[in-house]
């Protein structure tokens, strides 16, 4: 019998759920903060953890650290608000196996858990490291192509490669094409999330670290850059590194060899190194967060993504690609999309990217019981926005007169720019707007900005 424990401040939620999953076979637990359920694992072993993000002593991703330190063979999946799309992604490139999103559907859920059940079952069994190549679904808008050829003239070489774009723009999918079209596929190829890892755990999380090394270390961990020995290792939102990180990162590059956290001796390595970010990273330089050497031996060549909203001509192609999958994943078996989820989907900004539209088409195909995904079926945001923009794009004629009207669309799109700007930075989108935190969440609440 598999063994869950489900940590959420909400003692209903929690009561809800363990009887959920009582009734479907799986033996349960609970806890209600952070420290209860690591004081919880670190007498016992349970398969899965299913836990909230927002916990009222620690968020999800420290704790989700400490839980694949103490427990590394558990799974995590996360639980989110639609909100926290962006939180969602870095769970789950800081080890989650996957996130449900509020509200809590349950036969979403249950399908979830029975996934993580039976790839923990499957990866327990000893086999070779080798990564499964991720099949890159290239647009057929110009910015696509080009994104194409580019990687086809650096996948060949050894060169180490900074790829620029938006949270959600398929950064590690254009890595993991490099790799696979590169002398190396079939060996591992590893990515990491710099921007999930802490600074106290980041020289661990990569190096690894031996037996004893700081509290907490009750075995010795292999390292990021030994798992992906012989392949290629992906290094997301690098600018987020911690500089002395970056000194030991700089290092490996020069020597090829790396120290575990706690031990003097070198280890040898062969990895080809593969960056991403979100950040201008000459900024980083120039105000001295990023070595300027560093950046130098990491920027042999430059891949950059545009955000989906500027390649319009991919947005159905991309949304019928997810389609497929959460047809395999749900077994499902839906046509496509209405012609108005169609127009939804063109006008719509996706600022989360192809993230968010993966989550979007995947939790419509769930609750869709026809054979094509209509609108009331998409989340309310979606169609908000569309209706949104839709009336931004015709203003002209509506000859709006109303004052009031005029001044809240304004205000509106001035917060939605310093979303954009400060990537969804509440705390800096607060700054640039000269408002308080407190302020600008009441102003997200009452415009239904949901980004």
């Excluded at 190829?189 to 670290?209: I, M, N, Q, R, Y």
């Excluded at 270390?217 to 290094?235: D, P, R, S």
């Excluded at 749900?330 to 939804?344: A, N, P, T």
Aim: one cysteine or more; charged letters at 30%; aromatic letters at 8%.
């Amino acid at each position: 019998m598999s063994k869950i424990l489900i940590i959420d401040d909400d003692f209903d939620i929690c009561k809800l759920l363990t009887r959920f999953f009582s009734k479907h076979g799986y033996e349960t637990f609970e806890a209600h903060n952070a420290k209860s359920a690591i004081d919880f694992l670190k007498e016992t072993a349970v398969d899965l953890v299913l836990t909230d993000f927002r916990l009222p002593d620690e968020d999800g991703i420290s704790l989700l650290q400490k839980i694949k330190l103490l427990r590394p063979q558990t799974l995590v999946i996360m639980i989110t608000g639609y909100s926290d799309i962006r939180i969602s992604v870095k769970a789950i490139k800081a080890g989650a196996f996957d996130y449900v999103t509020k509200p809590l559907h349950p036969d979403e859920i249950l399908s979830t858990v029975k996934s993580a059940l039976k790839k923990k079952n499957t990866v327990n069994t000893p086999a070779p490291a080798k990564q499964i190549p991720q099949r890159f679904i290239h647009g057929t808008s110009p910015e696509s192509q080009n994104v194409l050829k580019h990687i086809k003239l650096v996948a060949p070489t050894q060169m180490t490669v900074v790829i620029e774009g938006e949270t959600g723009t398929g950064k590690e999918y254009v890595a993991n094409t490099i790799h696979n079209f590169s002398s190396r596929a079939g060996k591992p190829f590893v990515a990491v999330d710099c921007g999930a890892l802490s600074k106290e755990l980041a020289g661990s999380e990569l190096f690894g670290h031996v037996k004893g090394a700081f509290t907490g270390a009750i075995a010795e961990k292999t390292g990021c850059f030994q798992e992906a020995n012989g392949g290629t290792i992906f290094l997301d939102e690098i600018g987020n590194l911690p500089y002395e990180i970056q000194v030991k990162l700089l290092r490996v590059l020069q020597e090829r060899k790396i120290s575990k956290v706690g031990s003097n001796k070198e280890v040898p390595i062969d990895v080809r190194i593969v960056t991403a970010t979100n950040d201008d990273l000459r900024k980083s330089v120039a105000d001295g967060s990023f070595r300027e050497d560093l950046y130098h031996r990491l920027n042999e060549f430059n891949i950059t993504l545009s955000p989906l909203r500027k390649r319009k001509e991919d947005i159905i192609l991309f949304a019928n690609h997810f389609l497929r999958k959460a047809n395999e994943d749900l077994g499902k078996d839906i046509s496509g999309f209405s012609s108005d989820v169609v127009k939804i989907f063109n006008r719509y900004p996706w600022y989360g990217n192809l993230r968010e539209m993966r989550n979007v088409v995947k939790r419509a195909a769930l609750i869709t019981q026809g054979e094509y995904i209509q609108q009331d079926a998409l989340p309310h945001e979606i169609t908000y926005h569309h209706a949104d923009s839709f009336s931004f794009d015709h203003e002209e004629e509506e000859n709006i007169t109303d004052l009031k009207s005029s001044a809240e669309k304004a205000e509106k799109a001035a917060i939605i720019k310093a979303l954009q700007e400060t990537d969804n930075n509440k705390t800096k989108a607060a700054k640039v707007l000269k408002i308080d935190r407190k302020t600008l969440y009441n102003k997200l609440r009452d415009y239904a900005i949901d980004l």
